[in-house]
Nanobody, 125 residues
Framework: QLQASGGGLVQAGGSPKLSCAAS????????MGWFRQAPGKEREFVGG????????RYADSVKGRFTISRDNAKNTLYLQMNSLKPEDTAIYYC????????????????????WGQGTQVTVSS
C-alpha cells in the first residue's frame, strides 16, 4: 500500500515536497514513479526512478523543476516540486512495480502494478 501526502494549496512559485510512504512491502527493488491527473484530463507521467542505480526520467513539462528521489531505509518515495505553476494543479499519484522498468517505458501507467490514493496539489496564481 502507498500513502501519498504533502499536497495542498500552494502559491505559484512555491516548492512543496510530496511523500509516498509504502507499507506492507518494501520498495527497495521496485521501480517507482509519480503521475498526475488534472480535472478533465488524462493521467500523465511526471517522473520515475530506477531501483538499482537511481537514474531518473521526467516529463518535459516538469524537467528542471521537479526532482524525484527515494529513501529505501524509510521505504518512502519523494517528489520535490519547485517553481510551481497553476498548470501543475492536479491529483498526484505515486506508483510502483517490482523490478526495473526500462527508461523508455517509465512513462507508461501500465508499467506500474500498485498505486497510491493520490494527493491534491492546487497552485494559485
Amino acid at each position: 500500500q502507498l500513502q501519498a501526502s504533502g499536497g495542498g494549496l500552494v502559491q505559484a512559485g512555491g516548492s512543496p515536497k510530496l511523500s509516498c510512504a509504502a507499507s506492507g512491502r518494501t520498495i527497495r527493488g521496485d521501480n517507482m514513479g509519480w503521475f498526475r491527473q488534472a480535472p478533465g484530463k488524462e493521467r500523465e507521467f511526471v517522473g520515475g526512478i530506477d531501483p538499482w542505480n537511481g537514474s531518473t526520467r521526467y516529463a518535459d513539462s516538469v524537467k528542471g523543476r521537479f526532482t524525484i528521489s527515494r529513501d529505501n531505509a524509510k521505504n518512502t518515495l519523494y517528489l520535490q516540486m519547485n517553481s510551481l505553476k497553476p498548470e501543475d494543479t492536479a491529483i498526484y499519484y505515486c506508483a510502483g512495480r517490482n523490478g526495473r522498468v526500462i527508461t523508455s517505458a517509465m512513462d507508461r501507467a501500465g508499467a506500474y502494478i500498485y498505486w497510491g490514493q493520490g494527493t491534491q496539489v492546487t497552485v494559485s496564481s
